[in-house]
């Protein structure tokens, strides 16, 4: 497996790899890691799709990418990716994935033509006060201080950010700044997270810390993301006959470790309606397990019932420590499944039923939701609350069978455990009806209206995630294993708690593909390339751009009189580095 960028690699088609038609396939969870993965055997690995079959917990794939209508209780999401144009495994997986919505096309044409006709960005990204503008103003208003803690921790090396918090690396100043207010709301970073994954997400989106505060930086599918992404691939993988086995925990994989050089799985066990069964693989039976899980001993509360905090056994995480214990480099899983405190928040699904509530919802964001268009552009977050507490409409209908009178707001927030403002509970206590409350009264609906309205002019499921930032943990190398590990014949882990080889950063469904493309090219060896990160870390360009918007746009003084900063001036005018310096007005002329 190798990695390579440009069209030369990108566009060719890898012949037939020797031996892959004596190979079976087996994939743990059907979440996009082992959708993307069965994909890669079948386009470029050309193994036929009844020799794979994906074992899952639950009765409907796609893992963290969900969108679903509860009977009872409503339309449900418990989360949302946001995607951009570089992740290049993601589009690479998808242009080739036959479109639902438009005939003759992929599932990336039908996604690049949306961002192209409707661009995505937000008119408000902040409010205070009830719904009034928070005034951020697209500024990071950055001191010098919080600007030379963001370039130590870009420069430093990974080893140094190991096992290290937010707050133990960036000073108090930072953290009450526009920037971490912007950050931590748009990727769910909390103060004790990983300094290491700050730094791996501040190399891996420079090129887009100029939209950051304005959310340009985003693309969003048409309809929620299992409608979106998640059926035209189970589909595609469907008519090339890929064997799923629904409601089947696998609890164990066996292998073979007597020589470190040549490690092998040997058997998968698994129970399906309480009956325990096994397989037996051979050299030429390959694994691909999806371990840890954001979505593990999710609670779905409804409208009247708050959603529950589940702390008892999970098997996703089960499996990993049952692994765990066979060899040092199958990696450490309590590192990140083993604080549910510190990794759990709490988001909550609201149906508005009553005509008022949107216009609310279009008073904050300047945009009719019933267009069909960007509405909020991401999140909106109320600066001043308590739970911290950040909602999106994305464009509507977000559900393909949702009433056209009816809008889909997705809310969540941090701080679950403190108490609302206008409800006199935690977030992680109240009911959907009670979460609608406190975000009427954040998007500054009249306090003697509100009640009504909540009670009857809207539906809501609260969803509890025990896990869900479970991979911002601090940690350290060896803590998630490889993708494969050294000596491994036939086993590879995939998905947000395998380590890849590249530069990339999980919480993506970048990484939850880039992982089985490394994983599925490296076992059958198969002779294109892998997509590399893309490089803007490594390009001036970029990393002027980011430096002159993270200033604000405000240039550098030259130090010393004015006929000694004249005379340096006159050093970079005419050159190609005083070409770049003017173009991203980095510094000022004397």
């Known amino acids: 497996m190798h990695y390579d960028a440009g069209n030369y690699e990108a566009f060719a088609r890898p012949r037939k790899p020797a031996g892959v038609d004596d190979k079976t396939a087996w994939f743990v969870g059907a979440g996009l890691a082992s959708l993307a993965g069965a994909a890669f055997l079948i386009r470029d690995g050309q193994m036929p799709g009844e020799k794979i079959t994906i074992f899952e917990e639950l009765d409907i794939p796609g893992g963290a990418l969900d969108g679903i209508k509860e009977p009872k209780k409503g339309f449900v999401i418990r989360g949302g990716r946001e995607m951009e144009n570089h992740f290049e495994c993601l589009w690479d997986l998808f242009r080739s994935i036959p479109s639902l919505e438009i005939d003759g096309a992929s599932v990336l044409d039908e996604f690049y033509w ?4 409707d661009p995505n960005f937000s008119l408000q990204r902040a409010t205070v006060n009830q719904g009034e503008d928070a005034h951020t103003d697209n500024k990071f208003n950055l001191d010098d201080k919080s600007q030379k803690d963001l370039v130590r921790i870009f420069l430093a090396t990974r080893e ?28 769910a970073f909390e103060e004790w997270h990983s300094a290491l994954e700050m730094k791996l997400y501040l190399h891996r989106f420079i090129h887009h810390i100029k939209g950051l505060p304005d959310l ?26 890929v064997n799923f086995q629904f409601s089947t925990t696998v609890t164990d994989v066996h292998f073979d470790l007597a020589d470190p050089a040549r490690k092998q799985a040997t058997r998968i066990d698994w129970v399906r309606d309480g009956k325990s069964e096994a397989t037996t693989l051979g050299p030429d039976d390959l694994v691909f397990m999806t371990i840890g899980s954001l979505t593990e001993n999710s609670d779905e509360g409804d409208h009247h019932t708050p959603a529950k905090l589940d702390r008892g056994p999970a098997p996703a995480w089960d499996l990993w420590r049952t692994l765990s214990t066979k060899d040092p480099s199958f990696g450490r899983p309590d590192v990140f499944g083993g604080n549910i405190d510190e990794t759990k928040w709490e988001s909550c699904t609201v149906t508005t039923l009553d005509q008022r509530i949107p216009e609310y919802i279009q008073k904050i964001t300047k945009r009719d939701p019933f267009s069909g268009k960007v509405v909020t552009g991401g999140i909106v977050t109320a600066k001043d609350s ?11 209908p977000h559900f393909k069978n949702q009433p056209s009178d009816q809008i889909v707001v997705w809310v969540y927030g941090l701080f679950p455990d403190k108490v609302g403002d206008y409800v006199p509970k935690t977030m992680a206590e109240c009911t959907g009806e009670e979460i609608t409350r406190e975000w009427l009264y954040h998007m500054g609906v009249p306090t003697d209206e509100i009640d009504e309205l909540a009670a009857t002019g809207a539906k809501a499921v609260p969803c509890m995630m025990p896990y869900v930032t479970a991979f911002f943990m ?48 490296t076992l059958l060896d198969i002779e294109r390339a892998v997509p590399e990160v893309f490089s803007s870390t490594f390009d001036v360009r970029y990393l002027l ?37 003017a173009e991203y007005k980095i510094i000022a002329e004397p």
């Open 114 to 117: 949306l961002n192209k006709d």
């Open 160 to 187: 140094e950010m190991e096992n290290k918090r937010i707050n133990e690396v960036f000073s108090e100043e930072f953290l009450k700044g526009n920037f971490w207010l912007y950050w931590r709301t748009m990727f």
């Open 216 to 241: 340009s930086t985003l693309k969003f599918t048409k309809y929620n993301q299992y409608e979106s992404l998640v059926l035209p691939l189970y589909r595609w993988l469907l008519d090339h006959g």
């Open 386 to 396: 308590n739970w911290l507490m950040s909602w999106t409409v994305n464009r509507q």
């Open 474 to 521: 601090p940690r350290q190398a060896g803590d998630r294993p490889d993708v494969v590990p050294e000596g491994s014949v036939n086993f590879a882990f995939i998905g947000q708690f395998s380590e890849s080889p590249s530069r990339d950063c999980i919480f993506t469904t970048e990484y939850s593909v880039r992982t089985p493309m490394e994983a599925v090219y």
């Open 545 to 581: 751009n980011a430096t002159a918007r993270l200033r604000d746009g405000a240039e550098v003084e030259l130090p010393g009189p004015h006929f000694i900063r004249e005379k340096l001036y006159s050093k970079f005018e005419s050159n190609e580095v005083g070409k770049l310096l």
